[in-house]
């Protein structure tokens, strides 16, 4: 399985300094599993960043720094080490594999996970809902042939494919295959006929909605 | 270079160019849980990472809550330090990220998990382009430094300012596209000088 569309190097540069919100590294990190080549960049760009910090100013602690970091070795070291869990990914079921951070947010098998109705062969399930900042992630999946509803946005939409596929303005989206929109483009994915697919899509700002179903569509989808 | 402390002076120099002398320090701190080998991490890295903190907008008692909690981490997760994936510079500076991510925005960092059956495997690496993380690291370092003005800007705005890139380029007053296409020669570039003085 090769991926296809990669996000920019700007987005994934956005990922390894920190700058991305939670919904939209989400996304990323879903792709990440999926594509070595930007595991690579991520890592470059990570490098560039010990580089800059090798290179930043030295800033004076506190006086009491040292001794304060010291005293509490012991502490951290009575600290019980971090727990490893079993592989995450092993645990989905159903037919549907979802990768680890994916499944981390589904918090069980995503065939028992409560997926809304959102309209005819449209169904969601929201992982990250942040009212303050309007991030938001979620994964949707769509009946074989079903037309995505029309919108555009204000924001970044970054999309992946889980599971199946889907055609766009943009060409054919496979598993691992990454969208990242910003800006005012407008584009209808339409599930590939013969399996369902499943997306997971991150907005950092609300999703605008064109035509008469999707505007009734829109606000149980809360986009 | 400048700094502090009579008997670190000429260590402090010399470790600053030394990325292999740090990777000792920081395994011996993994496996004998040295505590002088502790106290020179602290001493090089505290600073940097407050300064560094500084420069992405912290203020300065956080900045310095922050560089304290990461160098505990160091000390607690010293064992997880891997010099095959990374320099010590670059493993200080991810703890610093996800330490600002926790603490000053208050959400999770989602990341792909090694272990997934999910993920994709690397590449083969061949083995005349095999050279260490620390060896990488200084040469991306000197990369960097020669990196066009308007390229190494968009680079380091990227890391520093808390802002989409969209922003960024209202800054800088050009469109998006080009902060994108500068980012994208930047990394290009980088990537073949480090590659470039293997052969």
Not at chain 1, 68 to 91: D, I, Q, S, W
Not at chain 1, 125 to 154: E, I, K
Not at chain 2, 85 to 98: D, E, L, P
Not at chain 2, 168 to 187: C, H, Y
Request: proline share 7%; aromatic share 4%; charged share 25%.
């Amino acid at each position: 399985m090769t991926v296809k569309h990669h996000p920019s190097e700007a987005l994934l540069l956005a990922y390894a300094a920190g700058h991305l919100s939670e919904a939209l590294s989400l996304v990323v990190a879903a792709h990440l599993t999926y594509c070595p080549d930007c595991r690579d960049i991520v890592a470059e760009a990570e490098a560039m960043g010990g580089a800059l910090l090798d290179d930043s100013p030295p800033a004076r602690m506190g006086g009491d720094a040292l001794a304060a970091v010291l005293a509490r070795l012991t502490t951290a070291e009575a600290a019980a080490p971090p727990r490893r869990e079993a592989p995450r990914g092993a645990a989905s079921g159903g037919g549907l594999r979802l990768p680890a951070p994916v499944l981390d947010y589904v918090g069980g098998d995503p065939a028992h996970a409560r997926w809304q109705w959102v309209g005819p062969g449209i169904r969601q399930l929201d992982l990250v809902a942040n009212g303050r900042t309007r991030d938001a992630a979620r994964l949707l999946r769509l009946s074989p042939g079903r037309v995505m509803p029309h919108h555009s946005h204000t924001g970044l939409e970054l999309t992946v494919v889980l599971h199946g596929a889907y055609t766009d303005e943009q060409g054919r989206f496979a598993r691992g295959d990454m969208a990242e929109l910003d800006g005012a483009v407008e584009h209808q994915p339409i599930a590939e006929a013969g399996d369902e697919c499943v997306c997971l899509v991150a907005t950092d700002a609300p999703l605008r909605f064109h035509g008469l179903l999707p505007r009734m569509v829109a606000p149980m989808m809360g986009f | 270079m400048h700094t502090h402390g009579v008997d670190g002076g000429a260590l402090m120099t010399h470790i600053t160019v030394d990325g292999d002398h740090l990777a000792r320090l920081v395994r011996a701190v993994a496996d004998q849980r040295d505590q002088a080998a502790f106290v020179s991490l602290f001493e090089h890295f505290g600073p940097r990472v407050k300064g560094f903190l500084m420069r992405q907008g912290a203020a300065e008692s956080e900045a310095e809550d922050l560089a304290q909690d990461v160098m505990l981490t160091v000390w607690r997760k010293a064992a997880q330090f891997d010099p095959a994936k990374a320099a010590v510079s670059t493993w200080i500076f991810t703890i610093a990220r996800n330490r600002r991510i926790d603490v000053l925005r208050r959400e999770r960092r989602p990341e792909p998990d090694m272990d997934d059956p999910l993920l994709a495997p690397e590449p083969e690496p061949s083995a005349e382009t095999y050279m260490s993380k620390t060896q990488a690291q200084a040469r991306i370092r000197q990369a960097m430094a020669t990196l066009p003005q308007d390229q190494a800007r968009v680079l380091t705005l990227s890391f520093y300012e808390d802002i989409p890139h969209s922003e960024i380029a209202e800054r800088l007053g050009i469109p998006l596209g080009t902060v994108k296409s500068r980012l994208r020669l930047a990394f290009r570039k980088v990537k073949a000088m480090v590659g470039e003085e293997l052969v």
